[in-house]
């Protein structure tokens, strides 16, 4: 069995990340979406939240298990049977920190895991989850960057923030 991890933070989840992972998942008998837990870095969204949302948007695609990861990424894939890393790559200045994750994380696991970039669609080349957060702060329309199932729910978090 195929096992393959895309992680990231997810912070929100973006139509762009869906793109990736709906077309990732059919390469591979199993993908497990891997929501970043890094206790230094600040977040929209909790973990859980994080989780929740992600779990959402991809209910339909049966072959898809979401969960949590913190610390490294080979040793995560290690405990999990996976082989195959997955990364979306936008525009070039994705390249240079990507081919080095890559190059890392082969290193690391002496040549066991290959990573798989898949390019990002033309409509989602400059989305990020950042982009996301600084249109829904400014209350700007999102229906393009995100899945109509979550939009609420990450403006009552844009209306939150700015109220503190
Ligand atoms: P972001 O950069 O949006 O905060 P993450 O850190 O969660 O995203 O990134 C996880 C993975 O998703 C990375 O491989 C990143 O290159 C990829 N990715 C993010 N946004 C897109 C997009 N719009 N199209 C394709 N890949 C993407």
Known sequence: MKVAVYAGSFDPITKGHQDVIKRASKLCDKLIVAVLNNKNKKYWFSLEE??????KVLEDIPNIEVLDFSGLLVTFMEKHGAELVIRGLRAVSDYEYELA???GNQEIADGEIETIFIPASKEYLYLSSSVVREVA???GKLEKFLDEKIISQVRERAKLLNRE
């Open 50 to 55: 994080r989780k929740e949302l992600t779990e």
């Open 101 to 103: 994750l890559a190059y």
């Open 137 to 139: 702060t400014y209350d």
